[in-house]
């Protein structure tokens, strides 16, 4: 009996590879796409500088705001740092922005590839093949 059962697996109907595998070999597949990040060792570095120069310029509070010779130095430093802080926060929302729009492509491609393989699902080789197996 056992013999016989071996034999009914080889001679049954196929599982449809193609309705569950893509083709490795299809075209598509040869853009090798990186997957896009956040920069986020970056963004840790110019917090560490901004909070040390921050540190820096208040310890230094009386000499900076109290001294008319120190005027400019402390509006050039003001203002470095907060035109350094927006373009910085400028750019973290860009990579946000192009990570998020990356995912939301991939994850349509995604779909679009199910919904392709999804009439050989349906397929008359994917109901002999269940048929069978429920069968056996």
Known sequence: ML?????????????????????????????????????????????????????????NYNMHFHNKNMQYPTKIT???????????????????????LFDEYVQMRADELIKEREPLLRGEAMTKWVWYTADL
Not at 78 to 100: A, D, E, G, H, P
């Open 3 to 59: 013999d016989l059962l071996d034999v009914v697996k080889r001679i049954g109907p196929k599982f449809p590879l193609d309705a569950m595998f893509l083709d490795p070999h299809d075209p598509e597949w040869d853009d090798d796409m990186t997957y896009l990040y956040v920069d986020y060792p970056y963004y840790k570095k110019f917090l560490m500088f901004a909070s040390l120069t921050g540190f820096i310029f208040l310890y």
């Open 78 to 100: 003001l203002s470095m740092l907060f035109l350094t802080s927006n373009m910085i926060y400028y750019k973290y929302r860009k990579q946000v922005l192009r990570c998020n």
